[in-house]
């Protein structure tokens, strides 16, 4: 038996990153259905690991296959277990400092002020 973690956006904000998904080009779009199936069975590459966010979120920029222009904004809960939940916060644009954008959108989904910052590179 395969086991499969929870893959989807925090709740409340469903919309917002639905609007993203909507607004990206058709090839982006492929990517990053693939690897929204990917990640609930696999962990993601460290090489895109931006950072943990307030100790528990484990936040990543992942680049989306046939898209070079978007990133995958996901974060990871380290909480629970090594193979946490992944929450999906959005895309964002691949050219001007994705981690940076990838955090913004995690501290905001989760309402957190302030939290500290432990940046992976």
Do not use: K, N
């Not at 955090?103 to 432990?118: D, G, K, Q, S, T």
Request: proline residues 7%.
């Amino acid at each position: 038996m395969t086991v499969r973690r929870r893959v989807a956006p925090v709740p409340g904000v469903e919309e917002a990153v639905l609007q993203d998904f909507v607004a990206a080009p058709v090839d982006c779009l492929d990517g990053a259905h693939l690897l929204l199936e990917e990640l609930e069975m696999q962990e993601p590459d460290l090489d895109e690991r931006c950072g943990l966010l307030d100790g528990a979120h484990e936040v990543y920029a992942l680049r989306v296959p046939r898209c070079a222009r978007l990133r995958l904004a996901i974060s990871i809960d380290r909480r629970a277990d090594a193979f946490g939940p992944v929450t999906v916060h959005g895309l964002v644009p691949s050219t001007a400092r994705p981690c940076d954008a990838s955090r913004r959108l995690a501290e905001a989904h989760f309402h957190l002020i302030a939290p500290v910052w432990e940046a992976a590179r």
